[in-house]
């Protein structure tokens, strides 16, 4: 499995657990909808943008490095680590 894949896995587990915490706050401790809802949709927004942060830069889809200063040929960057293609790397 590739690093990407592990990635959204790793995003839909983080979903999938906060969707249940606050499932189970309201139901068990009788806790109000709406902030319960509001601080886990806050909380999730949170570790999912701190789990894919790395995805603002190029990186390798198979095994996560970097390839900012990887040169691109017509089907994108080669990995220097594991020899993928990975999508074309564009400079701003």
């Known amino acids: 499995m590739n690093w990407f894949h ?29 902030p319960v809802v509001g601080a886990a949709f806050i909380t999730v927004a949170a570790v999912v943008h701190t789990v894919t942060n790395r995805l603002g830069s190029p990186v390798c889809w198979a095994c996560g490095t970097d390839l900012k200063d990887q040169p691109t040929g017509v089907y994108g960057a080669i990995c220097p680590d594991c020899g993928s293609v990975n999508q074309q790397v564009r400079k701003a």
């Not at 790793?10 to 139901?27: E, P, Q």
Request: hydrophobic share 75%; charged share 10%.
């Open 6 to 34: 592990k990635l959204r896995l790793r995003v839909l587990a983080i979903l999938l657990g906060g969707i249940l915490a606050a499932i189970a706050l309201i139901n068990f401790m009788a806790w109000p909808v709406i």
